[in-house]
């Protein structure tokens, strides 16, 4: 329960982060000055955080917080590349596809059982993606570059979720999201740079309002990884990941509320899909495995 609780906070402060995120794309800022100013103002608290429980910044599977940092970083440079072209509701119904993603892959990397249920999860998300997808491409209201974006920023997400519980394994949680926002902002920096940002604001965008995207980018990014980090300590990948669908309805609202962007027919008919895929999920993590010796077992096994 602990879990559930610790990512719905995390997907709730995600969906804040992205609305801030898609202000500052819409205001000129780039991907590299986005990502660099999402992540370096949280890590002098990280390392405070890290301090305060006598714990040192050098990782002890620094091979599994590496791994973790570069696939967070591939997922938030496309996430923040597609958010300046979708809604948060497109954005938050096609990335929901990496619950079904981490379903699928943590039985290889975490060893943990795949059954039926999330093929059957899969097929429903595939299914939600193409209904959002399709009117869109037909309509133009939806270009098939950031939706592919989307996509990839899902898979990338659901593989760091699942290093977040190797890494976690032996390192604390706030070591595992400093090494990440340090990656991210040391690499977003040098690209900027060289290819001409950080130099000037963009046209439009005062020194105040940029302290106010950095504040809100930095403290609800910040606080969305660790809730994130610690949920997937105390829950299993796919269940955990389930709850971000939680992000499907909040986006809507904060679409709504602040871009004045109604949802159309599709989106609440791929939601749909993306939910059913997640209670599937769910429904097939609770139901408790067979002992090896009963022979469901046997047909289980030869039927997947």
Not at 50 to 74: E, H, I, N, Y
Not at 203 to 231: D, E, H, K, P, Y
Not at 269 to 296: D, F, Q, T
Request: charged share 10%.
């Amino acid at each position: 329960m602990l879990a559930i609780v610790l990512m719905f906070g995390a997907s709730a402060a995600f969906v804040v982060m992205q609305a801030v995120v898609k202000h500052a794309r819409e205001a000129g800022l780039d991907t590299t000055e986005t990502m660099f100013f999402r992540t370096a103002p949280g890590l002098p608290l990280l390392w405070w955080s890290l301090r305060q429980r006598g714990q040192g910044l050098l990782p002890t599977r620094p091979k599994d917080v590496f791994v973790r940092s570069v696939l967070g970083s591939l997922a938030m440079s496309t996430n923040f590349t597609a958010m300046r072209w979708l809604s948060l509701a497109q954005f938050s119904t096609l990335g929901l596809s990496q619950p079904v993603f981490v379903a699928l892959a943590a039985p290889l990397l975490l060893g943990e059982r795949l059954n039926r249920h999330a093929w059957v999860a899969m097929a429903f998300a595939i299914s939600g993606a193409l209904v959002l997808i399709a009117p869109g491409l037909e309509t133009h209201t939806l270009a098939l570059v950031p939706a592919l974006l989307a996509v990839a920023s899902a898979l990338f997400s659901a593989f760091a979720h699942i290093w977040v519980r190797k890494a976690t394994e032996q390192d604390p949680p706030d070591r595992v999201v400093f090494h990440f926002a340090a990656l991210v902002a040391v690499v977003s920096l040098v690209v900027g740079v060289s290819r001409g940002y950080f130099s000037a604001l963009p046209a439009g965008l005062s020194a105040g309002g940029l302290a106010w995207i950095v504040l809100g980018m930095a403290s609800f990014g910040t606080l969305g990884q660790v809730l994130m980090t610690r949920a997937h300590v105390h829950g299993d990948a796919p269940t955990v990941a389930m709850v971000g669908y939680a992000a499907i309805g909040l986006s809507m609202l904060a679409d709504v509320i602040l871009f004045d962007a109604w949802p159309a027919h599709s989106a609440y008919a791929g939601a749909c899909l993306m939910v059913c895929a997640g209670a599937i999920l769910v429904n097939g993590a609770r139901k408790p495995a067979s002992p090896p010796h009963e022979p469901a077992v046997t047909q289980d096994r030869s039927s997947h």
